[in-house]
């Protein structure tokens, strides 16, 4: 089977979505090869393209199912499906067969076994987008700190995670740099930065974009907009349904026909039927959902009074909700609060209004360097926390 392989032949039971497996000559012998089934190469395609304009795999699925197109399993579409084609070199006509050698033997590659379906250039996009789109983990010392940055706040000197540490039995709660708190002093520039007025740097400024009136505003029109895209799509798809539905009952109409004149036997038109009966509820219910999601589409979201329940729930949420879940609003926002000297680059999650920043530089609050004549004659952690 490896020296079939290495020679560009298919040797796994089931051909990937988009394929089908055919016999060619090899000497006296036939083996497999794939070629390409057209209809569901266009889907494979579709695929990729859909995700190279940034939608995510979970809406890919459920346009997909919406159209009533069958799953490569022939059931409905789901985000491991879709992963699994985005992430197949066989798209792009690379044989990969042997991954889990019970020898320990390294994988068979072959390139260019047969007609891809995907340029290489796409295939290598989509793998950096998904890299880029993969969930991040959080340590879960990070999770249970009693820091509302942990996680998000770096050093901006060696790039270690900034660390809440107290001082003083609990007195007093600075951020610290990884590395210092470590490797001590010396091995980073990174000064201590006083906890409660660095994170109110950062609601602060999370509200001043966030948590206004016109900025809510703005962010509901955002999502209008794209809502009134999505709807002209769903339109368009909703008579590509209504088309194929419509052709579908001709051909069973035709069936029916063809059973009452007694031309063609009950045995021979059941399988067929059957097929179209299934295909038929397919349709129905992907246009009962396209029909649903513009129903949806009618309620207006940027009106006066919504954009104020949302600004009082937002800030109710900043202000007297758990830690846990003041951590996963500025989580929403913001990706990284990189520290350097006395400057801070924060770097939202999506542009902010109403400049539609990415990024911005903020001052640090007063900070207590680690380091002088005083840290010089002091060895001890714990008469350094004193101190503090």
């Known amino acids: 089977m490896r020296g079939s392989a290495s020679r560009g032949f298919y040797v796994a039971s089931y051909a990937p979505y988009g394929y089908r497996k055919v016999k060619v000559p090899d000497g006296s012998r036939e083996r497999p090869k794939l070629e390409v089934e057209p209809y569901q190469a266009q889907i494979v395609q579709r695929i990729f393209k859909e ?7 979970v809406e890919v699925a459920k346009a997909l199912n919406r159209e009533g197109i069958a799953s490569p399993r022939g059931n409905s579409w789901g985000k491991t499906t879709i992963h699994k084609i985005l992430t197949n070199e066989a798209y792009i006509g690379t044989l990969v067969w042997g991954r889990s050698s019970v020898r320990n033997l390294p994988p068979i590659r072959s390139e260019e076994a047969w007609p891809a379906i995907v340029d290489r250039d796409t295939f290598k996009r989509v793998q950096a987008l998904l890299k880029e789109r993969a969930f991040v983990t959080t340590h879960p010392k990070r999770v249970a700190s009693n820091y509302l940055l942990s996680g998000l706040a770096k050093c901006g000197y060696c790039g270690k995670a900034l660390i809440g540490q107290d001082a003083k039995g ?8 990884g590395t210092l708190l470590k490797k001590g002093a010396g091995s980073c520039s990174s000064p201590y930065i006083n906890s409660q007025k660095f994170e109110n740097l950062v609601i602060d ?3 001043e974009h966030i948590l206004t009136y016109d900025n809510l505003k703005e962010l509901v029109s955002m999502v209008n907009e794209e809502m009134d895209a999505a709807a002209s799509e769903y339109q368009e798809r909703l008579k590509v349904v209504s088309i194929e539905i419509a052709g579908v009952n001709q051909r069973l109409e035709r069936l029916y026909d063809a059973l009452e004149t007694g031309s063609l036997q009950l045995s021979d038109l059941a399988p067929r039927i059957k097929r179209l009966r299934q295909r038929q509820e397919q ?5 009962l959902e396209l029909g649903n999601l513009l129903s949806d589409r009618k309620v207006e979201l940027a009106d006066t009074e919504t954009v104020k329940n949302y600004m009082a729930d937002l800030h109710n949420l900043l202000g007297e909700s758990t830690l846990v879940e003041r951590k996963s609003f500025i989580r929403s926002f913001v990706k990284e609060v990189r520290v350097t000297g006395t400057e801070a680059l924060m770097t939202y999650t999506i542009p902010m209004p ?3 920043l990415s990024q911005e530089t903020l ?4 900070i ?3 380091g002088g004549p005083f840290w010089a004659r002091t060895r001890d952690l714990s008469l350094i926390r004193t101190a503090l």
């Open 205 to 207: 400024r999370i509200k």
């Open 51 to 57: 995700v190279t304009e940034d939608r995510g795999l």
């Open 368 to 370: 207590v360097h680690y």
């Open 363 to 366: 001052a640090v609050p007063p």
């Open 170 to 177: 609990g007195q007093f709660h600075y951020y610290v740099c």
């Open 283 to 287: 349709l129905h219910m992907a246009q």
């Open 354 to 356: 109403p400049q539609q």
